[in-house]
């Protein structure tokens, strides 16, 4: 099991998610997070850093993850409006939600991905990046 080089997968999940009409761009992000999900264009974006790579895998599936979770009605607020100190929790729920199901869906694609925010450790940075990242 498992693939010699991550360009394989890397392909076959971009194929996965433009099959969905989502639109897929490699950019340099200035903001320092791997991965945009930008529901109202239908559109990830991913570090251009990451292409073929297999964090690369992991952040895609991350980022389709958001966009299950947006189709199934799940977390509207999260997705639409612009966020504040008050919806921390909200915050915490859509991302947590997104990385268990990313988790998941890379095992689906036969990719080893383990984000760090199931650590104590990881979870702690995370949340004080998205402080500084959703709360503008
Ligand atoms: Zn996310």
């Not at 199931?118 to 998205?130: H, I, Q, Y």
Request: proline residues 3%.
């Amino acid at each position: 099991m498992g693939w010699s080089n991550p360009k394989a997968p890397y392909n076959a999940i971009l194929c996965h998610i433009k099959s969905k009409g989502i639109r897929v761009y490699h950019r340099e992000i200035k903001s320092g997070a791997c991965g945009l999900f930008d529901c109202r264009k239908m559109i990830i974006t991913i570090s251009k850093d990451l292409k073929n790579t297999y964090e690369g895998c992991g952040v895609l599936c991350h980022e389709l993850s958001h966009f299950c979770d947006y189709q199934e009605g799940k977390f509207l607020k999260f997705f639409e409006e612009r966020l504040t100190e008050k919806d921390l929790d909200l915050i915490i729920k859509a991302e947590m939600s997104a990385i268990k199901n990313a988790v998941k869906l890379s095992k689906m694609w036969e990719i080893q991905y383990s984000p760090p925010e199931l650590t104590k450790k990881g979870f702690d940075e995370s949340v004080e990046f998205w402080k500084k990242y959703y709360f503008q």
